[in-house]
């Protein structure tokens, strides 16, 4: 059940107030874009839920929030400034410019012509300066990734909560990459969140941990309501590995435009450490690291029993906040002809909308008190945001609120002021039920526990 094609979801993404491109009235500007007001709520709702999986429900990951410019010695000795490129090609025809392993037949998308040059690495980190002078001397990066952060920070947090592996360090952020050819709506953008959780373990029982966390992480996917038969698991070749993985793992997904990556769970030995550790020659460092002059901590950890130090090795699950809006949407796009609606049957911890309250008649005082009154309970709940609808038109709100993916629709009618009762329609079902409103609050609790 989910959309036919891109431009669906991209039609209902900017009619219903959850993306737009970004600085559109001025023409926008290619691979960015704004979430709107629903479109927030569905984003904050996957990375709360993220979030309470990794950090909440377990007793072994720590949270951090660091910085999104980086010195440019971390991502020197991350192998960042040698690596992290794509090969671009131009067209002599037309002078457009390509990423060359993404044409069909060497051949320039807009003008077919052939007569392309030859590949060339283009740095895909954005620069900045810092400082009052901008003369090139002193300049940071915006990140590419938001695991760095937490390698330079591993010393910090293990000193602050007395860690020893296994343990995870989790960070939600915005990385930034300056695509040569951004594409598909919000799956291949500039600007993006990353949700990463790096797990430290003792080197020997990595490969076996790395199996653990492809496993979790598609366990929570299907949480998340994306079908685990869109869903495929591929180990990248070698010759494919980024230069610090021993082993990876991309959860590909059915989207609209093909098969992509929408998840890397990765074993990146002990490079990252290994990199930005003092004193390598002291540890048997298994990566190839780039000899570090410049490090002044001890990123080891010393074990209990044989009190020798070592580097540990680290399995880092990755994935990206817009691919996982985009692959939840598209799972939960249906177009019901029998009913004539489209409908989001999200997941209903995911829901921008949680409920909405809706007065049969428009700016009637007694009805729209009473709805005040009952938002006001529910939203006291916690459970996320709770809506009124005053416009008095019950059947286009049924509709807006079944386009982005509102669980229920609370209608107060005269009848309510009568007898102190609501009807609550289901979104899925569109089936409807009278409550009493002293049960309100338990009905509303229990559906959530409950779905």
Not at 21 to 48: C, R
Request: hydrophobic share 35%; proline share 4%; net charge negative.
């Amino acid at each position: 059940m989910t959309a036919k094609n891109m431009e669906d979801l991209v039609s209902l993404c900017k009619r219903r107030g959850f993306i737009f491109p970004s600085n559109d009235v001025y023409g926008g500007m290619k691979g960015l874009y704004d979430f709107g007001p629903i479109g927030v709520e569905l984003k904050m709702n996957l990375k709360n839920s993220w979030w309470k999986s990794i950090v909440y429900e377990r007793d072994d990951i720590e949270g951090l929030d660091s910085t999104i410019l980086t010195s440019p010695t971390v991502l020197k000795y991350s192998g960042h400034e040698d690596t992290f490129s794509d090969p671009l090609v131009d067209c002599k025809k037309c002078k457009s410019r390509w990423r060359a392993d993404q044409l069909e037949n060497s051949q320039c998308p807009a003008c077919n012509s052939n007569d392309l040059t030859e590949p060339r690495p283009f740095n895909l980190m954005f620069k900045t300066a810092i400082g009052p002078v901008d003369d090139g001397s002193s300049f940071a990066y915006l990140r590419p990734e938001t695991a760095q952060q937490i390698f330079v920070n591993f010393k910090n947090i293990i000193d602050s909560t007395s860690r020893t592996p296994p343990f995870g360090i989790a960070q939600i952020g915005k990385s930034f990459r300056n695509e040569i050819t951004p594409r598909n709506f919000i799956f291949r953008v500039r600007e993006f969140e990353q949700m990463e959780l790096e797990f430290f373990v003792k080197p020997g029982s990595d490969e076996d941990w790395h199996k653990y966390w492809v496993d979790q992480r598609l366990k929570w996917w299907s949480k998340q309501g994306v079908s685990s038969d869109k869903l495929k698991l591929l180990e990248v070749e070698q010759e494919e590995l980024s230069h610090y993985s021993k082993a990876t793992f991309d959860i590909m997904y059915e989207f609209p435009h093909g098969l992509e990556e929408l998840e890397g769970v990765a074993n990146r030995t002990d490079f990252d450490l290994g990199s930005h550790t003092k004193n390598q020659e002291d540890y048997e460092i298994n990566a190839k690291v780039t000899p570090n002059k410049n490090s002044t901590t001890k990123l080891a950890i010393q074990d209990i029993e044989s009190k020798k130090w070592y580097i540990p090795y680290v399995i880092e699950p990755s994935a990206g906040v817009e691919r996982g809006v985009l692959a939840i949407l598209n799972e939960a796009y249906t177009q019901e002809d029998e009913n004539n609606r489209t409908v989001l049957k999200l997941k209903s911890h995911l829901s921008p909308i949680k409920a909405a309250v809706i007065p049969l008649k428009r700016n009637n005082s007694d009805l729209v008190n009473l709805a005040n009154k009952i938002k006001v309970e529910l939203q006291s709940l916690g459970l996320g945001r709770v809506m009124i609808e005053n416009s008095g038109n019950i059947g286009k709100n049924y509709r807006r609120h079944d386009e982005i993916g509102t669980p229920m629709c609370i209608t107060i009618d005269f009848e309510t002021l009568e007898n102190q009762s609501v009807t609550i329609r289901d979104r899925d079902t569109m089936k409807q039920e009278r409550v009493d409103l002293s049960n309100i609050s338990n009905f509303y609790s229990n559906y959530f526990k409950n779905n």
